[in-house]
T-cell receptor, first 113, second 116 residues
């Protein structure tokens, strides 16, 4: 079993839809949770960064962390074709960047006009 | 966040040869990392490169195959040695500044390597 599980998709939605992307994990030591967006042939771009449980909102994006369930989510409101990309969740055990990030496999999202 | 560039952006190489990938950052950073992303897969950490010390390699990666240099706080290189088709992948560097506001990793654009 992988430490971080993420549905690979592809997830196809119409423009304007609310998108829900999710990851589950098994390591209860994870405390820092990140979402990266990766366009085709580009490097991952940091979207959201959260610590421990709770919600964090940034524009159309909301990140949720439920440590009790070992489950994190990224919601995208009013999705746009420009949101079409692969979304990677990542997590680490402490606020020490020398500790490696563990990535999910990525979910490919397609937003159709 | 730091601006990160990588050279080359892509290359096609012959089996048995070696390729050195450069990673340049526009500001001094504490730590640099090298990842591999195989087609359709997520990111796998190869090694952590710290200035002034030898790189720390993850399980399954060895220095003879992936030698790394980190001569200063803004630059690192990764060499893929004695390449085989299985080394075809995207190689990404990332950076972080320990103690920064988010203390997380920012990625370069990647180097797309094809080995024939």
């Amino acid at each position: 079993q992988k430490e971080v599980e993420q549905d690979p998709g592809p997830l196809s939605v119409p423009e304007g839809a609310i998108v829900s992307l999710n990851c589950t994990y098994s390591n209860s030591a994870f405390q820092y949770f990140m979402w990266y967006r990766q366009y085709s042939r580009k490097g991952p771009e940091l979207l959201m960064y959260t610590y421990s449980s709770g919600n964090k909102e940034d524009g159309r994006f909301t990140a949720q962390v439920d440590k009790s369930s070992k489950y994190i989510s990224l919601f995208i409101r009013d999705s746009q074709p420009s949101d079409s990309a692969t979304y990677l969740c990542a997590m680490s055990g402490n606020n020490n960047a020398g500790n490696m990030l563990t990535f999910g496999g990525g979910t490919r999202l397609m937003v159709k006009p | 966040s730091a601006v990160i560039s990588q050279k080359p952006s892509r290359d096609i190489c012959q089996r048995g040869t070696s390729l050195t990938i450069q990673c340049q950052v526009d500001s001094q950073v504490t730590m640099m990392f090298w990842y591999r992303q195989q087609p359709g897969q997520s990111l796998t950490l190869i090694a952590t490169a710290n200035q002034g010390s030898e790189a720390t390699y993850e399980s399954g990666f060895v220095i003879d195959k992936f030698p790394i240099s980190r001569p200063n706080l803004t630059f690192s290189t990764l060499t893929v040695s004695n390449m085989s088709p299985e080394d075809s992948s995207i190689y990404l560097c990332s950076v972080t500044n320990r103690g920064g506001s988010t203390d997380t990793q920012y990625f370069g654009p990647g180097t797309r390597l094809t080995v024939l």
